[in-house]
């Protein structure tokens, strides 16, 4: 196989997706049980920063690794959840969402107006919402508007806020990587 080098991945970006993995699961962590099963959590605040610093490239990347370590079993979900049983239980939709999030969040790097930042943000929030929704739905037999009232609509303004202040601080963040170098 023919690959340029500026398709390979160098050790930097392995470097950089693994970072990013770890700061996910140890802000996954960070949680209240809630009476819904859905945890309040700032997963989504990593998720969006991962994003936005790493590219709608390797953004996913990294999610893939957070969510291929938690399948294996290490309690990197919040709560110190672990396990296929986590992925595909009630709650699960939302981490499958995360590597469409950060691409979406990482999207954000090709326009220059902070709004439109915010908006690619939101709508990788968006996707991770319907995706948990549309999970909990099909496992428990609920209406979609019962399961976005329980599953989803409690968590969009914390959830909002913290994807806006993840655009915030992952622009100020991959400027200084750009900067230092580190960010290739």
């Known amino acids: ?8 991945i160098s050790t930097k970006h392995m470097v950089l997706i693994g970072m990013f ?9 960070l949680s209240i049980p809630m009476p819904s099963g859905v945890p309040a959590t700032i ?11 790493l590219g709608w490239k390797l953004g996913p990347a990294s999610m ?27 709650t699960g939709g939302f981490i499958i969402a995360y590597p469409f999030m950060t691409m979406l969040c990482g999207l954000s790097e090709k326009v220059k107006p902070f709004w439109q ?17 549309l999970q909990y739905m099909l496992l428990t037999g609920m209406s979609f508007p019962a399961a976005a009232l329980l599953m989803s609509l409690p968590y969009l303004f914390k959830d909002g806020i913290l994807v806006v202040a993840a655009a915030a601080v992952g622009k100020t963040l991959r400027t200084a990587l ?7």
């Open 1 to 8: 196989m023919n690959t340029t080098a500026k398709n390979r």
């Open 43 to 53: 997963q989504v605040f990593a998720v969006a920063l991962c994003g936005v610093v």
């Open 178 to 184: 750009q900067a230092s170098a580190v960010r290739a």
């Open 117 to 133: 930042k915010i908006l690619f943000c939101l709508t990788g929030l968006f996707v991770c919402h319907l995706f948990g929704t």
């Open 64 to 90: 893939l690794v957070y969510i291929l370590i938690g399948a294996v079993g290490a309690p990197v979900f919040a709560n110190f959840g672990a396990g296929l049983g986590v992925i595909f239980g009630k």
């Open 21 to 29: 993995a770890a700061v996910l699961a140890v802000m996954s962590q």
